[in-house]
């Protein structure tokens, strides 16, 4: 009996719990490219240092997941038939388009307009070097500018240094970058998003049926 009720759940809440995985591990990849891209390697523990586990991310990593259940439940795909390698070219795919477009102006106007390029990854290993996200500095310093605003008191707004030890400054730091998150997310369609994951599966299932192919037909 409990076996029959743990497998509805699963077939029922298919698409959510797929969804949550997948925003939990876009959200870790995209906390490992914002930390390379905005903050330089060092261990002052004193300084303010992103991290998606944070209460204060909690709005967008629901938003996030909420989205992407909606767009994928809509899709069809299915999820109970993917593999942990489909899900890595999802979150790669995902996780570098939105960061481009969170810190690039002038990729996210140019997407509005023009279909997503697909990354070139292996279909059957987790183990290969991840395409590097390059972003312009000029485009960097007006991020920047953004998280690291602060307003002392009135009519006086700051742009402070990310290794201010002043943890106040540092939560505020964190609610300036999920306001950036969200309203990046919000900018973000389902139509685009459901062509980025279609997209990404359509080639790997290609890859993979193209190497099934290629065995078959060379086979003794």
């Excluded at 891209?37 to 997941?65: E, G, V």
């Excluded at 997310?185 to 190497?211: C, H, M, R």
Aim: aromatic fraction near 8%.
């Amino acid at each position: 009996m409990g076996i029959c009720i743990s497998l509805c759940c699963i077939i029922c809440c298919k698409h959510s719990n797929y969804s949550i995985g997948l925003s939990r591990a876009i959200c870790d990849k995209m906390e490992r490219q914002l930390r390379t891209i905005l903050q330089p390697i060092d261990f002052n523990m004193k300084r303010w240092h992103i991290s998606f586990d944070k209460k204060a991310f909690s709005q967008y990593n629901n938003a996030l997941t909420r989205r992407l259940r909606d767009v994928i439940k809509s899709m069809g795909l299915p999820v109970l038939n993917l593999s942990g390698h489909t899900m890595d070219h999802f979150v790669v795919n995902l996780s570098t388009y939105i960061v481009k477009t969170l810190l690039d102006d002038d990729y996210r106007s140019l997407m509005n307009d023009n279909v997503y390029t697909i990354l070139d990854l292996p279909h059957d290993s987790v183990f290969y070097t991840h395409p590097k996200i390059e972003i312009s500095s000029t485009s960097i310093d007006t991020f920047n500018q953004k998280i690291y605003s602060v307003t002392i008191s009135e009519n006086n707004v700051e742009v402070l240094l990310p290794d201010n030890p002043n943890k106040v400054y540092h939560k505020v730091f964190d609610n300036n970058l999920q306001t950036q998150l969200l309203n990046n997310l919000q900018n973000l369609t389902d139509q685009k998003l459901a062509e980025i994951i279609g997209l990404v599966y359509d080639a790997f299932v290609k890859k993979v049926d193209d190497e099934h192919n290629t065995l078959r037909n060379n086979s003794v």
